[in-house]
């Protein structure tokens, strides 16, 4: 695949892009089969010689900042990379991205007191150990975080913490959790009101359980159901201040779903160039598939899509960037973008035929990805919901929506 300067962007914006599409094509694509059984000692150096390649381009880790190992890019530098790092499904870890430990990363570093970076972060980073974020619970709807009901109570200079979490990526071999808890604080008349909080469990601490491991699309995944029980945390093990969760929470979200969106408009890149060469490829009935209209008309949708969705992205991202307002096309962003990943990739599988939902190509992955999408990060409806609010509540005060601005 291949990607060219864009003369509207910096020059160091380019360069990464160019740099990261070098390694993607060079070393990590044609090497796929190869990086899929992590247990093997061949797969592990082979995965560790594309992380010195990395490392030597100055491509490592583009979320931190450079007293930390990382890139220190930015936001948009890293939104713009992130979309040639989604070709392929294994890149991000070896550029040094790993979920949820990288979002972690970013908590740690804007809410952590310098003891926790000290104990939790850089260890972290350094690879020595593995996190879990653990906020969604199977009893409280995902789309309402004020709904979650996982406790923690103050009992001297420890949280007590019980509830119930379910989606706690990577739970199982991490060295600590970061749980949102439900809290009370004085509400300045004399009585409790409750907010959320962010606390760092460890996972070797009585009362934090394992249920199970969690079947996403039937296969066994690492997404786990979590049990706190009277687990008991010191109170300087919270993350800011109390009742700061829900807004960490959104600050991880936020960037979260630009990041999410910019990765399925470089799986749809992938599945549309997967899809053109297949239809210039393949013959069917005394032809090729790319004579038929019905393949041209696949062609064009997908072009469309991926235009349209790219676009909408970086708009989005820019606006985040320049510190304005970007709820509402977050949210617009959220509800466009994976229904059109799904159907770009629905269409490079339907041009590949069998193959296309075999495990031959990366397409099967994608579209249950794209699929899931839909759901993580809030659901399309709710995200609907909110764009109509906030677009009535600008036509209540007396104004009309100005798409100049957002």
């Not at 296969?219 to 009742?243: D, K």
Request: proline share 5%; hydrophobic share 35%; glycine share 10%.
């Amino acid at each position: 695949m291949q990607v060219s300067p864009v003369p509207t962007l910096d020059p160091e914006t380019n360069r990464i892009r160019e740099a990261t599409a070098n390694i993607v094509n060079r070393y990590i694509i044609p090497n796929e089969d190869r990086l899929g059984d992590y247990r093997n000692p061949e797969t592990q150096r082979l995965r560790h010689e594309i992380q010195e390649h990395v490392k030597a381009a100055g491509l490592w880790a583009p979320h931190l900042p450079k007293e930390y190992g990382g890139m220190g890019i930015g936001f948009m530098k890293h939104a713009y990379m992130n979309e040639i790092l989604a070709w392929s499904p294994y890149s991000n870890p070896l550029f040094g991205v790993v979920a949820p430990d990288s979002g972690n990363q970013t908590i740690l570093l804007k809410y952590g007191t310098e003891e926790q970076k000290k104990k939790w972060l850089e260890p972290l980073i350094r690879g020595e150990i593995r996190s879990c974020f653990s906020m969604t619970e199977p009893d409280a709807p995902g789309s309402d975080p004020y709904a979650i009901q996982t406790r923690a109570v103050r009992d001297g200079d420890e949280w007590v913490i019980n509830g119930r979490k379910w989606f706690t990526t990577g739970a199982d071999g991490a060295a600590f959790a970061i749980v949102m808890c439900r809290t009370e604080e004085p509400d300045g008349q004399g009585g409790q009101k409750e907010k959320m909080t962010q606390i760092i469990v460890p996972t070797d601490t009585p009362g934090f359980r394992i249920v199970r491991k969690i079947k996403v699309w039937g296969i066994e995944s690492n997404h786990c159901e979590v049990e706190y029980r009277n687990v008991r945390v010191p109170v300087t093990n919270q993350l800011g201040r109390t009742g700061s969760g829900h807004q960490a929470a959104q600050d991880r979200l936020g960037a979260g779903r630009v990041f999410h969106c910019m990765n399925s408009v470089g799986q749809m890149w992938r599945a549309f160039d997967l899809m053109v060469r297949r239809s210039i490829e393949r013959e069917v009935r005394g032809g090729k598939l790319e004579t038929k209209q019905f393949i041209q008309g696949f062609i064009a949708d997908s072009y469309i899509d991926i235009v349209t969705a790219r676009l909408m992205t970086i708009h989005t991202a820019e606006v985040i960037d320049t510190g304005q307002d970007a709820r509402t096309l977050i949210s617009a962003l959220k509800v466009y973008v994976p229904a059109a990943h799904e159907r770009v990739v629905d269409r490079a599988i339907q041009v590949h035929g069998a193959m296309g939902v075999s495990g031959d190509t990366p397409l099967a992955g994608m579209y249950t990805g794209a699929r899931t999408l839909r759901i993580a990060d809030g659901p399309d409806e709710v995200h609907r919901i909110l764009i109509a609010k906030n677009v009535l509540k600008v036509y209540h005060d007396g104004a009309s929506w100005d798409f100049g601005v957002a």
